[in-house]
Structure formats: C-alpha cells, structure tokens
C-alpha cells in the first residue's frame, strides 16, 4: 500500500464515523437511542440489516470459498428469502404491537423472568464470542498481508466502531452502514471488472465461466441427500431456513435494525428488500472467487496463499523441502497453462475433440499442482502445527495486492475495514441494548431515560473491549465464515424453538419451555461433538428439540406449568 | 413476592402509529402483503431454478 491508498483507507473510514457520530449527537432518549429517532425508512433498513450481516468475513472468506469449492456455498443462503417472509407476515407484527426493545423482552412478558434470562444469556454468549470473531478474522489476514502489527490493528479498528456506536446509538449505526455498504459495493464492483479486465487477451467471460465449469467450480445447485455433505439444495432450503429464521428473526443483532424502522410498512419492506437481494449478493461474490480461480490458472499464484507463513517455514530448516514442492507446483502450473492455451485456441476453432483432450491434459495437470500444494500444507503443519493449513482467507487478499493498482487497492481494504466496522456496530449496538433492557433496569429499576442511555452507552463499550479483548487473544480457527455460522447454528436453533413456541404454542408456559431449551441445547452440543453432520441440521435439530421437549414437559407438568402473561396470536 | 414491572421508557416520536394506521405495502401494482410475499418468493425461486440451470450448463 502506498500513500494513496492510506489516504483513500483513513479518509473514508474516518469520513463515515465522523459524520454518522456528528448527524446524530445529543441522543438523550432512551427509545432514540436504542431504536433511533422514528424516521427510518425502508431503503435504510434495508441496508443496515444487510450491512450488519455482511462483514469482512463474507468479503475475505467467501471468495476463498468460490476459488477453492466453487459457488455450491450460495446453497447456505437459499432459506433466508423463505424466512423473511416469515419474519415480516408473523414476528414482526408482534414485536412492534408490543412495543419492545428486544426480542428477549417479549420473551419474558410471554412466559417468565428466567425465560427472558436463557434468551438473553443464549444471545449474549454467542453473540459476545462472535464479536470477537467479527475483529479478529479480517485483522488476522490483513495484517499478515500488510506486515501490520495484529495487536494494533485490533485494537484501532475495535475502538474506533466502539466510540461511534456508543456516542450515536442506533441511528449512528445505521446512518454510518448505508455508507458504508455503498463503499463495499463500489469496491467490489470494481475488483469485478478490473479482474475481467485482467483476463488474458482472447478470453471473454463466456470462455471463463466455461473454464470454471470445467474445474467444478461453477456448481450452484447439488440435489443430493447425503446428509454428510455440507451444502445441499436441502440442508441450504431447510437448515438455511431455521438458520435465518433464528438470526434474522430472533438475534437482537438484526431485530434491533428492522425495529427502527418508522413504521411496520417500513421495517417489512427492508427486511423484503434482503430477501430479494441477498442470494444474488453471495452468488457474486462467490462468482468472483470463481474467476480469480479462472485468472490463477493463467498467472501462477504462490504455492500457498499465506505468504508470510511459507516464507517463514521457508527461511528455517524444512525450507529445502518447500522449495522443492514450490518447483514441483510450478512445473505443473506451466504445463497446465500451455494446455489451456490449447483448449481456447480448438474451442475458438470449433475442434471440440481437440479442446477436450487439452482439457484433459490441463487436469492431470491440475492434479499434480494440488498435490504438491497439499504436501505443502501437511510440510508447513509438521513444521509448526499452529499454521493454519487452509489458505482460502488468504486468496482474495493476495489477488487484490499482487494484482490490482494503487487507489484500487486501497478502496478494497477499506471495503474489509468497513465491512468489519458496520457488522460490529450492529453487534455492540445490540449487546449494550440487551445488556440495558433485558439485565440492568431490572436491577435498577427506577431510573430516568437519560440514565439508562448512559448505562446502554457504557454497556456497549463493555462489550467492544471484551470483543477487542477476545480478539487479541484467540487462535485462528480452520475457516473464519464457517466457524462464525457454526457458532451461530449451535445456539440459534434452541432459541428459535423458544420463540416458535412462545408465537404458537400458546399453552405451553415459562417452566416447560425453559427446561425444555436446557435440554435442548444439551443435545445439540452433544450431537456437534458426535456426530459429523453439515452444521446447517443442528439449526433444525435444536429447533425441534426444543419445541418437541417443551411441548412434552408441558403436557407433563400439567397446571404447574405456568402460561404467559402476554397470549399468543 | 412478585417483583413490580420493569419501568417503562418515554415513547419514540410516532409510536403507535402501526396501531392505528396497519396500511398496505404502498408499491405500484402490489396492493397486499401476500402480493409482496408471493413476488419474494417468485424471485427465490427464480434464483434457485436459474442457479439449477446455470449448474447444469457449465457442468456439460
């Protein structure tokens, strides 16, 4: 990077939390601060529940997931238009009659206090250890990529969203996300067409597409029912579904973004305009990754893609081993473009025998390079077991700075920065309101509204230094968006039971659905760590589990079982 | 003995308005709810199918 690209990396940033803190200062209400101040339209809610979801995870990993599995991840996606429907026609409508801040708030006014206490601490758990992930993920490869001090980079990026989000509340947060959403979507476009631009001469973006076919990259849809694989139209449509039923429905991360819609026709059409756009959204992102797979096979790409981990290994006594694998991989890499060369050339000729022995030829060759890429992990593993040995994070990063001009560059990490900026804003905005409604006026129950702001405003900073915390202290998990969605798919489906139950299930009361969850989640963390399932099931496991088992210890518990207070629809 | 109620904070400007005021999606040529659900669901699977098909094409 360049002095150019700092500037367009700190002008932007600092541009965005500076005006979003100015436009929304002196917020003394309680209810402006946490659901902002009535005037939020559609098009901001809209844009703010995508940005809170969208991180710098999705923009580092998930073109490492297209270059190296193909587009098949868009499939994870597939239930979340099924669930907004949901969201808008049943839970929205009740959240906003009753009036509440939090989705755990309608919780204890439809059954119990120790109710609302198991979704709060579900959310606050899950959600803190998440935060820190948020951070953590794109700072880990950024600064392995920058040669920036990690510590530094966590802690800058981490107070930075934490004095915004505490100052401005929640309009501060969706202010700043439609922002910064606008600079991620122009930087990706960009990346796009510059990689196009990047083909070589003759190959269009047919040609391409075809290429990335002939690899597997470019399988979408898988119809199968193996349940052992990870993504499948099913698991994307029903564990997708009770997946985004739970974050987007339950999660007070994105429950507090629609809600601050002005209006119920406001909030149901932001969370309708994610429902059209957020498949589109992944596929192209996993599309990029596709073609930068397409664009490596005609420019080598390094052996493995965390550079300075190789180099590293490189440097001490293995270091003969590596190069020699880094000559073998480079071996196949020529032979392979030679016979691409070949395929475009018989394919622009028509000769559809030719190009498909060159084809072929060109997979062997294939082979051969990611047999020496794969003994290059297992060397860098023997060599130091704490090198993370999948380098997908690592692919996207690596295009960008060895490949793409200064300006560009710079506007694409800032694209990372300002992704990890609007989806922890969202998060710290939803642990401190949750902390403050659903804990704290409990405890203090006689407070004035500028209190609880206060209190809501320290919360969040709580909270962004033990994200900032958690960060500087956590090891690199295999894949930073699987082990976010993993995360999420162990706790989300039990919670989501708990409001299935509290909308329909209007017999069952506080005791059955409390103990029914506990028991619940107990078999859900049992089931991760037997069973080898894809983590989208445990979504509709915990679910069912959760309602099946309440539904039981209702029936057996009789008139002990308290109902709610609040009936349900 | 029952704890009192959690207080309740002042009301955000134009609350209660989904009370008194349901009304529809307002869209040109979209007068309910279900119109807008079943376009959503329209587009959803419109992607699916022409994911399928761009599956099956380049998988040739």
Redesign the interface.
């Known amino acids: 990077m360049n002095l150019l690209d700092y500037l367009v990396l700190f002008g932007t940033l600092l541009g965005i939390a500076g005006y979003g803190m100015w436009q929304t200062r002196g917020r003394r209400?309680?209810?402006?601060y946490v659901?902002?101040?009535?005037?939020t339209r559609w098009g901001t809610v809209g844009l703010s529940v995508m940005a809170t979801q969208a991180s710098a995870v999705t923009f580092l990993s998930i073109p490492g997931q297209g270059y190296q599995d193909g587009v098949g991840f868009?499939q994870n996606y597939?239930g979340a238009?099924?669930a907004?429907?949901i969201i808008?026609?049943f839970f929205l409508?009740i959240y906003?009659?009753l009036?509440v801040?939090t989705a755990y708030e309608y919780l204890g006014r439809r059954f119990d206090?120790k109710t609302r206490l198991l979704g709060t601490a579900l959310f606050l758990v899950q959600r803190g250890l998440g935060a820190g992930i948020t951070i953590y993920a794109p700072a880990i490869v950024l600064s392995t990529m920058m040669g920036w001090r990690l510590d530094l980079t966590i802690v800058a990026s981490g107070l930075l969203v934490v004095i915004y989000t505490a100052a401005g509340g929640s309009d501060a947060v969706n202010l700043t996300q439609k922002y910064q959403l606008g600079i991620i979507f122009a930087g990706m476009v960009t990346a796009f067409f510059v990689l196009l631009a990047k083909l070589p001469p003759g190959l269009g973006f047919g040609d391409a597409?075809?290429l990335?076919?002939k690899f597997?990259k470019?399988?979408?849809?898988d119809f199968s029912l193996d349940l052992d694989r990870r993504y499948t139209?099913w698991s994307g449509v029903l564990g997708g579904m009770f997946l985004a039923l739970s974050y987007f429905g339950t999660d007070q991360t994105q429950v507090q973004r629609y809600l601050a819609g002005?209006?119920?026709?406001e909030s149901?059409?932001g969370l309708?305009f994610n429902?059209?756009c957020k498949?589109?959204m992944q596929?192209s992102i996993l599309l990029l990754g596709a073609l930068i797979f397409v664009f490596y096979q005609f420019e080598r790409p390094p052996v493995f893609f965390n550079q300075a981990a190789w180099q590293r290994q490189a440097e001490g006594s293995g270091g003969g081993r590596l190069h020699a694998l880094e000559g073998e991989f480079a071996a196949a890499h020529a032979s392979q473009r030679q016979q691409l060369q070949a395929w475009l050339a018989a394919r622009h000729a028509g000769d559809r025998a030719a190009a498909d022995a060159a084809c072929a030829a060109a997979l062997a060759d294939y082979e051969r390079g990611n047999a020496a890429r794969s003994a290059t992990q297992a060397a860098l593993h023997a060599a130091d077991p704490h090198t993370q040995t999948n380098d997908g994070d690592y692919v996207f990063i690596t295009f960008i700075l060895d490949h793409l001009p200064h300006g560009i560059i710079g506007l694409l990490v800032t694209v990372f920065f300002a992704a990890t900026l609007s989806s922890k804003a969202g998060e710290l905005n939803a642990l401190g309101t949750t902390t403050t409604v659903d804990l704290y006026?409990?405890l203090r129950?006689?407070?004035t509204?500028a209190h609880?702001v206060a209190a809501s405003r320290w919360f969040t900073v709580f909270w962004g230094l033990m994200a900032i915390a958690f960060a500087l202290f956590a090891n690199l998990v295999e894949n930073l968006i699987q082990a976010v969605n993993i995360l999420g798919s162990i706790f989300y489906g039990v919670v989501l039971g708990l409001f299935l139950v509290a909308f329909f299930l209007k017999r069952v009361g506080g005791t059955a659905v409390f103990a029914g969850a506990l028991v619940a989640q107990a078999l859900v963390i049992a089931l991760y760590v037997t069973l080898n399932i894809s983590f989208l099931w445990y979504n509709l496991i915990g679910c069912a589990a959760c309602v099946g088992f309440s539904l039981g210890l209702h029936a057996a518990l009789g008139a002990r079982d308290r109902a709610g207070l609040i009936p349900a629809p | 003995m029952k704890?009192?109620p959690?207080?309740e904070?002042?009301?955000?400007?134009?609350?209660?308005?989904?009370?008194v005021?349901?009304?529809?999606?307002?869209?040109p040529g979209l007068r309910t709810?279900r119109a807008?659900?079943a376009v959503?669901?329209g587009?959803?699977a419109a992607?699916?199918a022409l994911?399928?098909w761009?599956?099956w094409?380049?998988?040739?």
């Open positions: 209400n309680l209810t402006a659901k902002g101040a009535g005037e868009v597939f238009p099924l907004l429907i808008a026609a409508p906003r009659r009036k801040y206090g597409l075809a990335a076919g597997h470019l399988e979408a849809v139209l002005s209006s119920l026709r149901r059409l309708m429902g059209v498949i589109p596929f006026r409990h129950r006689e407070a509204d609880y | 704890p009192p959690a207080p904070f002042s009301p955000p400007p134009g609350a209660g308005r989904d009370a005021e349901p009304g529809g999606p307002g869209l709810w807008v659900y959503v669901f587009c959803f992607y699916v994911l399928a761009f599956t094409l380049f998988s040739r």
